[in-house]
């Protein structure tokens, strides 16, 4: 029988192959999510068909943004246990599957489960493990690798969305969610790409070889199932989970973890809000319209250069502190917002909040790994996205109450 090959290296190689990987990951997340922003666009055709308010068509974007954070851990458990390829894979299937079921939705709950929770789940098998792999790839030039992976997302979001009006003018809806479902199957090819990798770090070592063949030995040897086998299973799962999720107990990760799960319940609501409060002071349509194309071109900019920066030999050491800068100068950014009500004052603050908000997106696998080590990154990745799932869910609906 004919094994997978693996890449061999003792160190992250910063190049070759994977610049590939950069590619694949790149591609993931416009298929994921460039993909996702632009489901908004299909709204106004959801309350028109199925006669429903913005409320009701809102919670699509919301179930399918909630369901891919919320099972980020467990595409991470594929990626480790089966292989980032599979996981990948089988991610794109069923994105591709929920998207094509949701063209021929009868009602605004048949969009929720397929076009909600069966590709939120697609994309949630392709996220994380996508983006642990470039870690896996990369560790001189890290920072920028993954800001150029990140980056798939603004520009997918800036080509994407003109593309999925015109399907929706000369398909329906249905059409453009058929077309949109055959584009997120590339997801497959991407799969294809992620190329495994062994790092020193990342070998068994011979006591876990010699206790994982002892206790497979002791099962083989019991007689008794019920005894034996329970003890075998809760052995295994144990030593697992332990080693797969140590990372939990560093005093730096719960650090991280805060950070994020404070910092997911302030950033995400602007890009709900940031249209509506634009014309709540005065502002045109096209003007509104317009300041969100610079925070989606300005974010590509903070993605690519933030990254290209803190791998400077003098900023190296000082990732997670520019980390924190850059989430600071965001919530800046929310508080000077009420004294900005003209387009004028709103062009700068778009341009300052979308260059940091790509700055940080990019810095949060590279911090988490120099947090956790290649090995637990997938896992730990997983755990960081999970952390968005609720923030995401119910930020913007507070945010948009009346005073």
Request: net charge positive; charged share 10%; with cysteine.
């Amino acid at each position: 029988m004919a094994k997978v090959n693996r890449a061999q290296s003792t160190s992250p190689p910063d190049g070759g192959w994977g610049w590939m990987i950069v590619a694949g990951c790149f591609l993931v997340t416009i298929c994921t999510r460039a993909v996702t922003r632009c489901i908004s666009i299909f709204f106004v055709e959801f309350q028109t068909y199925f006669s429903q308010d913005y409320a009701q068509t809102a919670w699509i974007h919301s179930i399918v943004d909630c369901v891919t954070m919320l099972c980020a851990p467990l595409g991470s458990v594929v990626s480790n246990h089966l292989s980032c390829q599979v996981g990948i894979m089988l991610g794109g299937l069923l994105a591709s599957t929920g998207l094509i079921l949701g063209s021929f939705a009868t009602s605004l709950k048949h969009l929720y489960l397929t076009l909600g929770v069966l590709t939120g789940l697609g994309f949630a098998l392709c996220y994380s493990p996508a983006i642990a792999m470039v870690g896996k790839y990369f560790s001189r030039r890290k920072a920028l690798a993954y800001g150029i992976s990140m980056s798939g997302s603004g520009i997918g979001i800036f080509i994407l969305a003109p593309v999925v009006q015109l399907l929706i003018e000369q398909f329906s809806w249905r059409g453009a969610l058929l077309i949109l479902g055959g584009f997120v199957l590339n997801l497959c090819v991407c799969g294809a790409l992620m190329r495994p990798i062994t790092l020193k770090e990342d070998r068994t070592t011979p006591e876990q070889k010699h206790v994982c063949r002892t206790q497979t030995q002791d099962f083989k040897r019991g007689s008794s199932y019920s005894t034996l086998t329970k003890e075998w299973v809760q052995t295994c799962l144990c030593g697992s989970l332990q080693q797969e999720y140590s990372f939990l107990l560093m005093s730096d990760f719960v650090v991280l973890g805060i950070s994020v799960l404070f910092m997911a319940y302030g950033c995400s609501p602007l890009f709900v809000h940031l249209v509506p409060y634009a014309l709540s002071v005065g502002v045109s349509h096209q003007q509104a319209a317009f300041l969100m194309s610079i925070l989606g071109v300005i974010d590509i900019v903070g993605n690519i250069t933030f990254g290209w920066l803190t791998d400077r030999r003098c900023l190296k050491d000082y990732q997670y502190v520019c980390y924190l800068f850059a989430v600071g100068l965001d919530g800046l950014c929310y508080l000077c917002l009420p004294m900005l009500q003209r387009f004028p004052l709103l062009v700068p603050f778009s341009c300052t909040f979308g260059y940091f908000d790509g700055a940080y997106v990019t810095l949060i696998p590279v911090v988490t790994a120099e947090i956790v080590g290649t090995t637990s990154l997938s896992s730990a990745l997983g755990v960081v996205y999970f952390l968005h799932a609720v923030p995401y869910l119910v930020s913007p609906p507070i945010a948009g109450r009346p005073p």
